[in-house]
């Protein structure tokens, strides 16, 4: 039924592009109005020039077929977002800017229909800002995105319809060699009844360095990460605090021949209470591209991530991935995270014609630690065999995807994932098949030229 809804359904509509690590929504290019372009996307014309204001609106079908991989298990609904900024630069190197954002879900009848689906009109971001890109010493302090690297520890969550923002500070030092952020926040947490907060005894400090001096044709980027979390359950079944350290490093670069690559690697320690932690997670990608008249390229992936080998021997092995935007990251379904699992990904991109961008990837799961649990791209368990896994294959996905801007205010794109249960998926559920379909529109509008 789920599939005969999403075909009828997905004609004309598809996705955004992810949000930069700096700034709230980017604007698109925008090419110069006329008399007759509607004036809400002119109005940055007539404002005067310390104010500037942007909006967008994004709307996605999503479902999944065979939920908790168990058969006639569908559900197909529809998630919208609107988003309104506007920044007020009084002088060059001082704004101040806001978010305000409405998050809605329908049609949802499986699970919560609360956050992440939705959020009712809240103030997502507002933030100060004091120096810009080229000024040696930077700071942003108040509500705003935390996101770092290729997201996989920090990142803003932009596909879930509420996202993430934290309530923090960061300053930016600047060389010509080498830029660090000196950080310090708390995750807000996203309550669609009431005004969101942070706070809840969460907090992260950090510091997050990169330069691109060191090795020629790359970024390297070290970073150390403290996040401090109350009220977790221990490995004796009691609650305590969580005090967690981070130590990683990520490098990404090109090498000729078209060939572009990318690691990182994080190791973890601290406590949860009586528990000890050691922890440790990596990324390995390579990527090449073909010397065709057709853009193609070609991508190999291993993803890796500690589990607890034994959940009662109070130390605990299980890879904490933070605040991470985990999309697609292992699998476009997203029931897979990085945590306890050792993954491998094959796939191939290509761009026929100017602007559409094809993908596809095979995808392939074990689970690191037969004792610990499969998790989900947000953290959560999503199945764990009693006494040990028998078998540690969780199962393998195949995605397709296609995006393609239709102007350069309107962007669509859509996709199918579809995993084939292994053992371990056969052992802890009902072994049935899953499928995620999207389709996907976002348009932006009051944007600056």
């Known amino acids: 039924m789920i599939r005969t809804k999403f075909l009828l359904a997905s004609v004309g509509l598809m996705l955004t592009p992810g949000l930069g690590a700096q700034q709230l929504d980017p604007p698109s290019p925008v090419p110069a109005t006329t008399p007759t372009t509607p004036f809400p996307n002119r109005a940055n014309e007539v404002l005067p020039s310390w104010l500037r204001v942007r909006a ?146 969460n907090r992260l400090f950090g510091a997050y360095g990169s330069t691109a001096a060191i090795v020629p044709r790359s970024t390297i980027e070290p970073y150390v990460l403290w996040k401090r979390d109350s009220n977790l359950r221990t490995e004796l079944n009691t609650t305590d605090n969580l005090n967690l350290a981070t130590l990683g490093v990520r490098w990404a670069g090109k090498l000729p021949r078209r060939i572009d690559y990318g690691t990182e690697m994080a190791v973890q320690t601290g406590s949860l209470g009586p528990d000890n932690v050691q922890a440790w997670a990596g990324h390995w990608q390579l990527r090449a591209g073909a010397p065709t008249r057709v853009p193609v390229g070609f991508t190999g992936e291993y993803n890796y991530a500690s589990g607890d080998a034994d959940p009662t021997d109070g130390t605990r092995g299980t890879f904490d991935q933070l605040y991470p935007t985990g ?39 074990w689970l ?49 994932a579809y995993i084939f249960p292994g053992a371990f998926l056969k052992q802890t559920t009902p072994g049935a098949s899953y499928g995620y379909p999207y389709v996907m529109a976002t348009y932006v509008f009051l944007a600056d030229r």
């Open 56 to 201: 967008e609106f994004r709307e996605r079908m999503e479902g999944f077929a065979g939920g908790g991989f168990t058969n006639e298990l569908d559900d197909l609904y529809w998630l919208s977002r609107f988003r309104f900024n506007a920044t007020v630069r009084p002088t060059r190197l001082v704004s101040f800017s806001v978010q305000a954002q409405d998050a809605r879900v329908a049609d949802k009848s499986i699970g919560t229909t609360g956050p992440p689906f939705q959020g009712p009109f809240d103030l997502r971001a507002a933030f100060a800002d004091i120096g810009d890109a080229k000024t040696r010493v930077a700071a942003r302090v108040g509500r705003q995105e935390l996101a770092y690297g290729e997201q996989r520890l920090l990142g803003h969550l932009n596909w879930t319809n509420t996202a993430r923002t934290f309530d923090a500070a960061r300053v930016t030092i600047r060389s010509s060699r080498f830029s660090v952020d000196l950080l310090g926040g708390s995750v807000v947490r996203i309550d669609d009844d009431q005004f969101d907060k942070s706070g809840n005894g």
């Open 327 to 365: 999309h697609d990251k292992y699998g476009l379904a997203d029931q897979v995270g990085w945590r306890n699992i050792h993954h491998l990904r094959t796939g191939v991109d290509v761009t026929p014609m100017k602007a559409l961008l094809l993908t596809a990837s095979y995808h392939s799961w």
């Open 368 to 416: 690191a630690e037969r004792n610990d649990a499969l998790y989900n791209a947000g953290g959560a368990v999503i199945a764990r065999a009693v006494g040990g896994a028998i078998n540690r294959h969780v199962g393998q996905e195949i995605d397709v995807q296609a995006s393609r801007p239709i102007t350069t205010q309107l962007q669509l794109s859509g996709g199918y």
